[in-house]
T-cell receptor
Framework: KQEVTQIPAALSVPEGENLVLNCSFT??????LQWFRQDPGKGLTSLLL?????REQTSGRLNASLDKSSGRSTLYIAASQPGDSATYLC??????????FGTGTRLTIIP | DGGITQSPKYLFRKEGQNVTLSCEQN?????MYWYRQDPGQGLRLIYY???????QKGDIAEGYSVSREKKESFPLTVTSAQKNPTAFYLC????????????????FGQGTRLTVV
C-alpha cells in the first residue's frame, strides 16, 4: 500500500523564522510529487511540482526537495509571514492516474 | 481568468435525496477528478475522467455517479445510496492524467461542503 505521512500534524513558529515541512512515503516508484496549501474552508492551491528526475524546485520563498531513495520530500519556507498560515499537503503521483495525499501539516505563523 | 469553478459552495441534502455538485473548468484540461475530504483524513478519490465520454471509479465510488459529456464539465451526483455523504468535495483537473511531467500538475476548485440534514 502506498502510504504518505506528514509529521507533525501541526506546527507553530514565530514570524520571520525559516521552517521545514516533511512528507514521507513508502513507495519510491513515484512519477512526481506536488505540494499544496489549503486555507480553512477553501480548495487546494498548487505550490510546487517536482518530477521524479528532479531533486528540487523553487518558487519565491518556497523550496521543495525530493529524495526518492529515502522516501522523503521537504518544503522549506524562508522568512515566514502570517499569510503563510495554512494547511500544507503533499500529494504523490504513482502513475496510477490519481494523487495519493498525506493528511497535511497545519502551520501557524505567530506575529 | 482560467480556473475551476465548483458550485454551490454549500449544499444541504435530506435523507434519501440525490444531489448534484457542479464542476466546470476553462483550462482546456483533458483529465478531471473528484475527491472527498474528511477531517483527519487525506483526500480520497471518488471518480476520475481522462477524456470526454469516459470515466473510471476511484477508491470510494460507491454511492456516487458522474458524467463527462463535455470536456469542461464533470458533475458529481451523490445518491441516496451514499450513507455518509457529509464531507467537503473537491474537483480537480490536469492537462493529462498520465505521465510524469508537468502536464499532470493538478489544479483544484474551491470545494463544495455537503451536509446531510
Amino acid at each position: 500500500k502506498q502510504e504518505v505521512t506528514q509529521i507533525p500534524a501541526a506546527l507553530s513558529v514565530p514570524e520571520g523564522e525559516n521552517l521545514v515541512l516533511n512528507c514521507s512515503f513508502t513507495d519510491s516508484a513515484i512519477y512526481n510529487l506536488q505540494w499544496f496549501r489549503q486555507d480553512p474552508g477553501k480548495g487546494l492551491t498548487s505550490l510546487l511540482l517536482i518530477q521524479s528526475s528532479q531533486r528540487e524546485q523553487t518558487s519565491g520563498r518556497l523550496n521543495a526537495s525530493l529524495d526518492k531513495s529515502s522516501g522523503r520530500s521537504t518544503l522549506y519556507i524562508a522568512a515566514s509571514q502570517p499569510g503563510d498560515s495554512a494547511t500544507y499537503l503533499c500529494a504523490l503521483n504513482f502513475g496510477n492516474e490519481k494523487l495519493t495525499f498525506g493528511t497535511g501539516t497545519r502551520l501557524t505563523i505567530i506575529p | 481568468d482560467g480556473g475551476i469553478t465548483q458550485s454551490p459552495k454549500y449544499l444541504f441534502r435530506k435523507e434519501g435525496q440525490n444531489v448534484t455538485l457542479s464542476c466546470e473548468q476553462n483550462l482546456n484540461h483533458d483529465a478531471m477528478y473528484w475527491y472527498r475530504q474528511d477531517p483527519g483524513q487525506g483526500l480520497r478519490l471518488i471518480y476520475y475522467s481522462q477524456i470526454v465520454n469516459d470515466f473510471q471509479k476511484g477508491d470510494i465510488a460507491e454511492g456516487y455517479s458522474v458524467s463527462r459529456e463535455k470536456k469542461e464539465s464533470f458533475p458529481l451526483t451523490v445518491t441516496s445510496a451514499q450513507k455518509n455523504p457529509t464531507a467537503f468535495y473537491l474537483c480537480a483537473s490536469s492537462m493529462s492524467g498520465t505521465g510524469d511531467g508537468m502536464n499532470t500538475e493538478a489544479f483544484f476548485g474551491q470545494g463544495t461542503r455537503l451536509t446531510v440534514v
